[in-house]
C-alpha cells in the first residue's frame, strides 16, 4: 500500500491542508472537489523496492502531527471490528477527519469523511467505485455497517495481510497519545515478526509514560550486534568508520566487592554477585540478568570460557569467537543474554587495524547514535514478516553531527535495498538541509506554520549553503544572532554619533566630553569586534565604519594616524 495523499480538515495546529506522499501523483483538494493527476513520465532515482518522502519545516510547523495523524488513522483503521463499534470508534471518527487516498496493487482507492454530513465533496470520475465516504456518529454505536466494513476491508485487511508500520522518535519523555492512559500500549514493547504497529524508543514503562534507558540501551546493544554479526545477512557494513572484527567479555571487579584476592571463574563470579546482592531491592534488576545468564551458561559455553579460573583483580579480556557464534544454531538466543549481561561484566565490540584497537565505547556520541539508528532500523524491517513497510522517521537527524546527517540516507538505503523483498515507504519529518541534499523537490513536502508552501527551491544535489541560504531555512540570514548584534551595534553607533554631529558642537569642553565618552566605548571593543570577524567582506565593510568613527571622535589627521599605527603594527606581525 502506498500513501499517496492526505486532506487534513483539522487536526492540532493543520487545518484545511492537503499533503502529496506520492511523487507518481498530484492530488489538489479545491473548492469541494478533488483532482488526481498521473505523472506519466515520473522516474524514480531510488531503488526500485524504496520510495522516499521528506516533511521539512521548522519547530513547530507540524510534521509531527502529520506523522501522529497518519499513525493513529493506520492503527484505528487496522482495529476497526464491526463487532465492536462503540466509544473507540466514535473518538476515532470526531478526531479524524479528512481525505486519505491510497493505492493498493496499483488501485487507488479514496477514503473520505467530512464534519457535516451535508457538505458536498465531489471526487473525480477516475476511482468512485473505490470510494468509501462517512459522518461522524456522535454517539456510542457507530453507523453504517457496511461503511465500516468496506473500511477495514480496504485498509485493515491490507495492513493485516502486508504491511508494518514504524515510527521512529528520539524525542524524550514525550507521550503522543496521552489523553487515554492504555491506548496503544502494545507498541511499546519488544517486538516480534507479525506486529504491525511499532513505535521507537518504548515509550512506556509499567504505568508511566517515560522511556526506560536501561531497556533502551540493551534493546540497541542487541540490535548493532545483530547488525555486524548476524550470518544471515552477508553485506558489507556500510558504515566506514567502524567495522568491527573483535568481539570480547571485560570483568569489572570494583561491582563485585571482593575481601580477599583469589582466583573465581566467571560461573563462580556470578553465582557470588548473585549471593552479594540477593537481598537489596535496587538489585533486582541486576539479580534478574545474572540469573538469566546463569540459566544460560551451557548455551555460551561454547563461545565463552566460563570456567577457567582468573586473578581476581586483573583486566584480562576473554575472546568470544565470531565465526563460532555465526555458526551458533541459537544465535538469536546468544545475541539476547549478550545484550544483557550483568554490569560487572561488560560487552566490548572492536575493530582491530595495525595492532591498534578501536572500540565501540571509545566511539564519539554521534557514531554510536548513528550506529544505534542503523541497528534498529536493520533489526526491525528486517525481521518483520510484512511486505511492505511504513516507516516514519521524525526528526531522526537531531543527535547527529552535520557530517552524519550528510551521510545518513546514503548509510541506510544499501540496508532497503538490501531487503529486495520488501517494499519500503519512508517517511522523514526533518529541518535539516543537510537530509533534503539527497531529496529530489518532488518527494519533499515544505510546511510553514501548518500549511504547506511551495519555495523555490531545488533540493536535490543542491549545496548545503545554497539551501540554507533559502529563505525557507534561514530567513534571517546565516550568521549567529549574537554575533550580527554585535556586528550592527558598530553600524547603529557611527548613524548615532553622525546625528549628534560632535564636531559642530558650539560648547568646546561639552564636546570634549563627549567625544571622551564615545572614544572610551568605541576603543574598549568595536576594534576587537572587527579583528574576529570570519567573513572577509563583512570585516572591510565594518572596518570602513570604524575609520569613518574615528575621523568624526578625533578629527582627520589623529584618525590617519591611528590607521598608520594599526598598519605598522600588523606589518610587524606578518614579519614576526
Known amino acids: 500500500m502506498e500513501l499517496v495523499y492526505l486532506w487534513v480538515e483539522e487536526y492540532k495546529n493543520i487545518k484545511e491542508q492537503g499533503f502529496n506522499f506520492s511523487p507518481r501523483f498530484t492530488c489538489k483538494y479545491e473548492n469541494g472537489e478533488l483532482t488526481i493527476e498521473e505523472k ?47 466509544f473507540d470508534w466514535v473518538r476515532w471518527q470526531e478526531n479524524l477527519n479528512g481525505i486519505f487516498i491510497v493505492s493498493i496493487s496499483n488501485k487507488l482507492y479514496a477514503l473520505g469523511r467530512t464534519e457535516e454530513s451535508n457538505r458536498n465533496i465531489i ?83 509499567k504505568d ?34 567502524f567495522q568491527p572484527d573483535v568481539l570480547e567479555l571485560r570483568i569489572d571487579y570494583k561491582r563485585l566487592e571482593f575481601e580477599n584476592q583469589e582466583e573465581l571463574s566467571i560461573q563462580e563470579l556470578n553465582t557470588h554477585y548473585i549471593k552479594h546482592y540477593y537481598n537489596e531491592p535496587k538489585y533486582e534488576t541486576e539479580i534478574n540478568k545474572a540469573k538469566y545468564l546463569q540459566d544460560n551458561l551451557q548455551t555460551l559455553t561454547p563461545l565463552i570460557d566460563f570456567y577457567t579460573k582468573h586473578p581476581i583483580g586483573y583486566d584480562i579480556p576473554i575472546d568470544i569467537s565470531i565465526k563460532k557464534l555465526q555458526k551458533s544454531k541459537k544465535f538469536d538466543l546468544v545475541i539476547d543474554i549478550l ?120 533540493t536535490f544535489g543542491a549545496n548545503i549553503h545554497t539551501l540554507l541560504s533559502h529563505g525557507f531555512f534561514m530567513k534571517e540570514g546565516l550568521m549567529g544572532e549574537f554575533a550580527k548584534d554585535k556586528i550592527q551595534s558598530i553600524i547603529k553607533y557611527h548613524e548615532e554619533i553622525k546625528s549628534k554631529d560632535l564636531l559642530k558642537d558650539e560648547n568646546k569642553q561639552s564636546r570634549e566630553e563627549e567625544k571622551e565618552k564615545y572614544l572610551k566605548k568605541f576603543q574598549k571593543s568595536f576594534w576587537n569586534i572587527h579583528s574576529i570577524i570570519g567573513d572577509d567582506f563583512i570585516k572591510q565593510v565594518i572596518k570602513n565604519h570604524l575609520i569613518e568613527i574615528e575621523k568624526i571622535i578625533l578629527g582627520n589627521d589623529k584618525a590617519k594616524q591611528e590607521e598608520i599605527k594599526r598598519l605598522k603594527a600588523h606589518i610587524a606581525l606578518l614579519e614576526s
Open 40 to 86: 506519466k513520465d515520473y522516474v524514480s532515482i531510488f531503488p526500485e523496492n524504496i520510495n522516499i518522502t521528506a516533511i521539512a519545516g521548522k519547530n513547530g510547523s507540524g510534521k509531527s502531527s502529520i506523522f501522529e495523524f497518519l499513525y493513529r488513522f493506520l492503527r484505528s483503521s487496522y482495529e476497526i471490528d464491526e463487532k465492536k463499534q462503540g
Open 123 to 205: 471526487f473525480p470520475k477516475i476511482i468512485p467505485e473505490n470510494l468509501i465516504r462517512f459522518y461522524p456518529k456522535r454517539s456510542k454505536g457507530a453507523g453504517d455497517d457496511k461503511l465500516l466494513h468496506n473500511f477495514r476491508t480496504i485498509i485493515g485487511e491490507e495492513i493485516k495481510k502486508n504491511i508494518s508500520v514504524i515510527w521512529f522518535d528520539y524525542s524524550l519523555g514525550i507521550s503522543y497519545f496521552s489523553h487515554y492512559k492504555n491506548e496503544y500500549k502494545d507498541d511499546f514493547f519488544e517486538t516480534g515478526k507479525d506486529q504491525k504497529f511499532i513505535i521507537e524508543p518504548n515509550k512506556i514503562f
Open 208 to 241: 508511566d509514560r517515560a522511556i526506560n534507558l536501561r531497556i533502551e540501551e540493551e534493546k540497541s546493544v542487541k540490535r548493532v550486534l545483530n547488525y555486524f554479526f548476524n550470518p544471515c545477512f552477508k553485506h558489507d557494513h556500510i558504515t566506514e568508520f
Open 339 to 458: 545484550s544483557q549481561l550483568p554490569r560487572y561484566l561488560t560487552l566490548e565490540i572492536t575493530h582491530v587495524l595495525d595492532h591498534i584497537s578501536q572500540r565501540f565505547s571509545d566511539l564519539s556520541s554521534g557514531e554510536k547514535g548513528l550506529l544505534k539508528i542503523i541497528g534498529n532500523l536493520d533489526y526491525l524491517i528486517s525481521h518483520s514478516n510484512s511486505k511492505t513497510i511504513l516507516l516514519f522517521l521524525d526528526e531522526i537527524e537531531t543527535y547527529l553531527h552535520p557530517e552524519w546527517q550528510r551521510k545518513f540516507l546514503y548509510y541506510i538505503i544499501p540496508i532497503f535495498e538490501r531487503l529486495s523483498n520488501k517494499k519500503i515507504y519512508c517517511f522523514f519529518a526533518t529541518h535539516s538541509p543537510f537530509l533534503l541534499s539527497d531529496i529530489p523537490k518532488e518527494n519533499v513536502i515544505f510546511l510553514e506554520n501548518g500549511k504547506q508552501v511551495y519555495p523555490n527551491i531545488e
